[in-house]
């Protein structure tokens, strides 16, 4: 089901090749908003904080506009770093000036995964969290310490010790469901899947059945920001709970 909805344009910066085929799927699903992709610089694929601090490094970014714009995507109305590990690695001080110098680069509203996942739980008045990470420990506590900064507790922390994204992107859509269940707290608002490596468009009203409360994942928050910052956050069906209402005035700084 589509609905109409102003006609925006949201650039998305992707990281290396996994689960890019999520956005167009998304942007067939939304039925208006564009959602033009371009893949940023990965010179290493691994979930280590070294080369994470070096895939959202602000040149990188600044030349992820630079590709929108040669790309033909036309004048964007925001733009999101779609990448969570890449942004919460530098912590919540570093990850806001992370958006900020995106945001001065693109000259519009900019934001990134991790504070797509801070928003999208203000949005649902969501405070108490479990996690299922496809990352390593070492990063998975690092996402932990930044939903802690922005008063979001996390009950269970399932961390999957995967790599590298291109495999992340491998794994089928039961398997997805199966780990979002497994990761669950029985006082958990909201379950959190925080990799964009993983495929979840296509299973975002089946997730939120299969766990029995409302599972936000990382493509999806980051699209949802993008539509909120750009002023077209109306009510979509078929993209899980956090679509079906649009955001309750502005939240988040990022």
Request: with cysteine; glycine share 10%.
């Amino acid at each position: 089901m589509t609905v109409d909805t102003p006609a925006v344009t949201i650039g998305i910066l992707y990281p290396g090749f996994s689960a890019e085929d999520d956005y167009p799927r998304a942007e067939s699903l939304l039925g208006g908003p564009r959602l033009p992709l371009v893949h940023t610089e990965m010179r290493e694929d691994a979930h280590r904080v070294d080369a994470l601090l070096d895939i959202g490094g602000d040149d990188v970014l600044a030349e992820g506009v630079e590709a929108l714009a040669r790309n033909g995507a036309g004048p964007l109305d925001a733009v999101v770093w779609a990448c969570t590990s890449g942004s919460f690695v530098f912590g919540r001080e570093g990850a806001a000036a992370q958006v900020a110098a995106l945001q001065a680069v693109a000259g519009v509203p900019a934001s990134s995964t991790s504070f797509a996942f801070v928003d999208a739980c203000a949005s649902l008045g969501v405070t108490r969290v479990a996690v299922g990470a496809t990352y390593p420990d070492d990063v998975a506590e690092r996402f932990v310490a930044f939903l802690a900064a922005a008063g979001i507790e996390v009950l269970a922390l399932s961390a999957r010790g995967i790599v590298t994204a291109a495999e992340v992107g491998t794994l089928p859509p039961a398997a997805v469901q199966e780990f979002a269940a497994a990761a669950d707290h029985a006082q958990a608002q909201a379950v959190l899947l925080p990799d964009t490596a993983l495929h979840t468009i296509g299973l975002l009203d089946a997730l939120d059945a299969r766990v029995g409360k409302p599972v936000l994942t990382a493509n999806q928050v980051s699209i949802w920001q993008g539509l909120r910052l750009a002023g077209a956050d109306v009510a979509r069906a078929g993209l899980g709970s956090l679509f079906a209402h649009p955001a309750l005035g502005p939240i988040g700084r990022a």
